[in-house]
């Protein structure tokens, strides 16, 4: 079995692989990865998916020292990586369960990406969706022919009304990221990462929602190139796998984040879990203003607008290399989704400033008397003032809420607190609070 398996892959490889080295890690691969293996070799994502290409990130490797290579997840034909495990599900039904008709729960990605493979299957397909979802990708779902349902604020809340019409109605459920084949295949993407990057690799960075694209892709990566590591990318408010590495069994989250809607999952799978358990290296998470930071880091290098899931892996990039302090090495971030409301642009470049280390945002308090507003701005200098609210409190004191540019290196944040300290200004700094950052241009007057 372990010979067949190894033919299929070098199969995949191409002139540049070297058998040899294949073979030493066979000895070591679990029967999990070999069936894993053998399902993403077989996949049929192809029908409907495109290989995407391995992109370069020319300015943010300059800036890190390292070079970052974004793999383009974002151009499928659904915009995401999630259309290659929906359609090779679904693929393996059989005729009696495809002419059942199928129904789903999703945040989006899988949703589309389902909608479009029933579609070319000639598969009736109904999406359940959180009435959270952006806009766009429910217009996504119905554009491509499935009938959607909006219900409830979450996604366990869909994923039970989703489950209560399969008794209900007798449709087939697709789970969006927790069965075999999902998984398979989302783990092409690490097949043609391997292909078109035989060389020096030293990590891939995943972003984790449900935990399918990671498991597929570790399942693929640690079979063939062990040596390569497989990072896991959350956001803070939303991490799942990290809390289920750490417990050392699956946990629910008793909430989830909503800004990276995309991954906006309370618990980890069943099946992708026992494969990131034993497989994924480790986790980062990072903030909401280190996401919109990324966001901006892709815009500058590709001229393309990523939805916060797809930037996960840039952002994992940077707090990894700045953690670590590498330099050298050849990173993969997983661009894996492009799916973002327009409106919503306007708060991700200003959060992204604050990503970057370029903005602060604090709170001061000023006497209320002549003299006291103009020695203010004498101590915040020549720095460009990016927001400013004023509260009159009482007849002796004033609340300042501000926005000032800052730099990370030649002119940071603390920089700005000193100078204002030192003239006798309280500060209260308000850069990591996200209450006050999402609210505070409604902090005037009461």
Known sequence: MRRKALSFVWSSFGAQSRLPDLARFVSDATPMLEQYVKKILTSRVYDVAVETPLHGARQLSERLGNRVLLKREDLQPVFSFKIRGAYNKLAQLTAEEAARGVVTASAGNHAQGLALAARELGILATIVMPRTT????????????????????????????????????????????????????????????????????????????????????????????????????EPDDSNCLQAAMAAGERVVLSQVGLFADGVAVAQIGHYTFEVCRHYVDEVITVSTDEICAAIKDIYDDTRSITEPAGALGVAGIKKYVEQRGISGQTLVAIDSGANVNFDRLRHVAERAELGEGREAIIAVTIPEQPGSFKAF?????????????????????????????????????????????????PVLDLTDNELAKLHIRHMVGG
């Open 377 to 425: 701005c004498e101590a915040i200098g020549k720095r460009q003032i990016t927001e400013f609210n004023y509260r009159y409190h009482t007849d002796r004191e004033a609340h300042i809420f501000v926005g000032v540019q800052t730099h990370p290196e030649n002119d940071p944040r603390s920089a700005l607190i000193t100078s204002l300290t030192g003239q006798g200004f």
């Open 134 to 233: 952006p806009e766009i990708k429910v217009e996504g779902v119905r554009s491509r022919g499935a009938t959607v349902v909006l219900h409830g604020d979450s996604f366990p809340e869909a994923l039970a009304y989703s489950l209560k019409l399969v008794d209900e109605q007798g449709f087939v459920y697709i789970h969006p990221y927790d069965d075999p084949d999902t998984i398979a295949g989302q783990g092409t993407v690490a097949m043609e990462i391997l292909r078109q990057q035989p060389g020096q690799l030293d990590a891939i960075f995943v972003p984790v929602g449900g935990g399918g694209l990671i498991a597929g892709i570790a399942a693929y990566v640690k079979y063939l190139r062990p040596e390569i590591k497989v990072i896991g990318v």
